[in-house]
């Protein structure tokens, strides 16, 4: 009887020990997030216009397709080539051709010599005149400021409180100390779960941090530079496509490509989970081919879930690069995969 109350002790201390071991390394990842954040929070304003550069990109363009103006037109904003709607906000002669006013046509700015000009994009149709493609306006293009973005009150987003401004810093500098910890976060993890390994299985630790940093530092870089840009380029589309001008809450937009970059960032984890669960024998190159088409489902619903529009083609660019993980981890495991052996069993080799 004495020998099983001992076992149960042995048990219950064992299991208090894992519950401060856990405790612990919460109130580590804490510290190490509060201070992320403090030095975040000093550069939170650089940080907000990083993070907003995507959709004022997108609100700057669908400014530039939906362009009207007479007079004068910043060469900034228009560039060589490139084709926009032209509104007369008075009666015009094109070419000796009378143009009412308010009406609206397709153009483009083209170089000749020194002169930077707006000509017709296409053949035009006025009353029973045909202007052929080319034909200047009677419009000056100046060059103008080539800042870019914040200073045009248009491509701002907008807040709804007085409090709205600082609530946004502090959950930039937030977000921002949450992703420069990633590191420290996994060792946390990798600490917590380390007892558990045998002592040769914990020589992963620097390939496994250095693995998830740089996937992790991938997926939030293919969310802001690719994903995202071209979910906010269909979303926008719908408000061009209607006429609206789109006013973006800046909490709800930082919301949202937080959520992005972090889910992305988490699921560009697949390579390290796969060579972390391959090191130690839990999972091998044949259990993955044979139940790939199950990660294939997981894998689109996840893409789904993540995906800010309800289109195909925006699920399948978050879908993509996650099948090809998932195929990269195949490998991985064929290459870095080992049955799970003991200290005695790696001693005697």
Same mark, same amino acid.
């Given at each position: ?158 807040? =709804? ?8 810093? $502090? /959950? &930039?500098?937030? #977000?921002?100390?949450? +992703?420069? @910890? ?96 391959? =090191? ?8 993955? $081919? /044979? &139940?790939?088409? #199950?990660?294939?489902? +997981?894998? @689109? ?49």
């Amino acid at each position: 009887m004495s020998t099983v109350i001992e076992q149960d002790d042995n048990l219950q201390m064992s299991f208090l020990d894992h519950l401060d071991e856990l405790r612990r390394r919460l109130i580590n990842s804490v510290v190490i997030v509060a201070i992320a954040f403090s030095i975040c929070f000093a550069f939170s304003d650089y940080i907000y216009r990083f993070l907003a550069v995507p959709v004022v990109q997108q609100l700057q363009k669908e400014r530039r397709t939906q362009q009207a103006a007479s007079g004068n037109i910043d060469i900034a904003r228009v560039k060589e080539g490139e084709t926009v709607q032209y509104t007369f906000t008075q009666e015009t002669a094109v070419n000796e051709v009378k143009v009412p006013l308010g009406t609206t046509i397709s153009v483009k700015r083209i170089t000749k010599g020194k002169e930077s000009l707006l000509v017709l994009a296409s053949p035009w149709s006025v009353g029973k005149t045909i202007l052929p493609a080319e034909t200047p306006l009677n419009t000056i293009v100046t060059e103008g400021s080539s800042r870019l973005f914040f200073d045009d009150e248009n491509n701002r987003l907008v807040l =709804r409180g007085v409090t709205s401004a600082f609530m946004i810093y $502090i /959950r &930039v500098a937030l #977000y921002s100390g949450i +992703a420069l @910890a990633v590191p420290f976060l996994f060792y946390q993890i990798w600490a917590f779960i380390s007892p558990g390994l045998y002592k040769h299985e914990k020589k992963y630790i620097f390939p496994v941090l250095l693995m998830a940093t740089v996937f992790f530092s991938l997926g939030a870089g293919f969310a802001y530079k690719v994903a995202f840009p071209a979910a906010c380029d269909y979303l926008l589309g719908w408000a061009e496509q209607g006429g609206f001008r789109t006013l973006l809450d800046a909490e709800d937009y930082l919301d949202l490509i937080i959520m992005i970059m972090i889910g992305l960032g988490i699921v560009f984890q697949i390579p390290t989970i796969a060579f972390v669960l391959g =090191r130690i024998g839990l999972v091998t190159p044949g259990l993955m $081919i /044979r &139940v790939w088409r #199950y990660a294939v489902v +997981a894998i @689109a619903i996840i893409a789904a879930v993540l995906t800010p529009t309800p289109d195909a083609f925006n699920m399948m660019m978050f879908a993509a690069p996650m099948f090809g993980l998932y195929f990269l981890s195949i490998g991985i495991v064929w290459v870095f995969g080992k049955p799970r052996r003991t200290d005695a069993e790696v001693d005697n080799e």
